[in-house]
């Protein structure tokens, strides 16, 4: 039992910056942001601005995109300075990799299925 709990924990740790990556992308805001900061540094004014929120509002969601490791901040004088870090951006488009291809070889199959024009087994069935 022991082992089991230990092995567990251990998944949970090498997983938990996936999941703040994809918790953090789940936001349209947190999005909008990090496509912003792909053209360069941005002070939190200056992403606040297209958005219709309170300063303090988008400070939130840069806090969160700062724990996900998405963005660094500099803090200089009063201002913070914000870049994006595009390597959690790397390991969640990796994790997603492995699903593409499952689904494209499961829909090559089925395109294999409808181009022999193979009716299934239960179908034919029926018919009888």
């Known amino acids: 039992m022991r082992r089991h709990s230990l092995l567990f924990n251990l998944m949970v740790e090498r997983t938990a910056p996936l ?5 953090a992308l789940s936001d349209p805001t947190r999005r909008a942001i990090l496509a912003r900061l792909r ?4 002070t939190v004014g200056e992403l606040a601005d297209p958005f219709d ?3 303090n509002a988008v400070s939130k969601h840069v806090r969160v995109l700062e724990r996900a490791g998405l963005i660094e901040r ?3 004088g009063r201002e913070h300075h ?5 390597e959690p951006l790397r390991a969640a488009a990796g994790w997603t990799v492995d699903y593409r291809e499952f689904w494209a070889g499961r829909l090559d199959a089925l395109g294999d299925f409808l181009r022999k024009g193979r009716r299934p087994q239960s179908q034919s069935r029926r018919k009888r």
């Open 19 to 23: 999941d703040r990556t994809f918790s």
């Open 39 to 42: 053209s360069g540094t941005a």
């Open 53 to 55: 929120m309170s300063l």
């Open 74 to 76: 500099e803090v200089q």
């Open 82 to 86: 914000c870049r994006l870090r595009a």
